[in-house]
């Protein structure tokens, strides 16, 4: 399963080469609520997991469970370099406007504090990028993950259109693009997916899926507070489900965060 991991990478490939010289920084958005032991997972596969440079921006939508203490100490040992502590609850839209403020970057990621990178060489970060302009007219790029319902993934291709949403799975994109925007991502308090995707696709762009690099979307393996109750099953597999159905939840690499469907 890991070779398919590099079927977009060529050794030879004299923009990617290119690309591992200038090692700029890309800036990472992070948005979190009340979710703190899912944030202290997502943080630590960030840290030990992202070898391109990058500037982290978290912002916090006024949680209560301690995370925002959690992020004041993480901050003073310079792990983030920004931190947007909110005083209401602005939902997702709005909070990821305001960290975009900070975004220094050509491209730039969106998150969430349930979504761990896998651990990929080259790194993961740098694979997005490269695929995102690699694919001209992608306006948005987001990480396969292991429940992803009604989407077909062929192993042959690299990107798989987006339906009807590019949700914030670790999802790449240009700065430049929000710009067009009149509201950046927009007004919405929650799904901000599909609204971006129609942002996106109002500048004719289009949004994808990657095929081979996987998220490891971790608030499906367990109850997670501030979100509610989730079982531990999930129509995790389109090339097994033609019509998604639910299932036990398959083992998954601990590296690439691929379901182990055997």
Known sequence: MRRNLFCA????????EVQKEEKKPISIILLTWNRIELLKKTLTGIKERTKHPYKLIVVDNFSDDGTQDFLRQETKKGF???LILNDINLGQTAAFNKAFAYVDSETFIVTQDDLIPPDLEPCWLEQMDYLLRKNKGLGGLCMRIQRVPN????NENEITPCRKACPAYLRIQYKEDLLKLPNLFGNRMYHEDSHFQ????SIDKKCGFTTHIFADHCSYMKPNKGYGD???YAG????RNKVPSYKPY?????????????
């Open 9 to 16: 990478l060529g050794k030879s490939d004299n923009n990617m």
């Open 80 to 82: 983030i370099q920004i």
């Open 151 to 154: 989407i077909h993934f062929d």
């Open 198 to 201: 129609d942002l996106i696709q």
């Open 230 to 232: 989730r079982i531990n």
């Open 236 to 239: 995790y597999n389109a090339e």
């Open 250 to 262: 398959p083992k998954i690499d601990p590296k690439t965060n691929i379901p182990q469907l055997k």
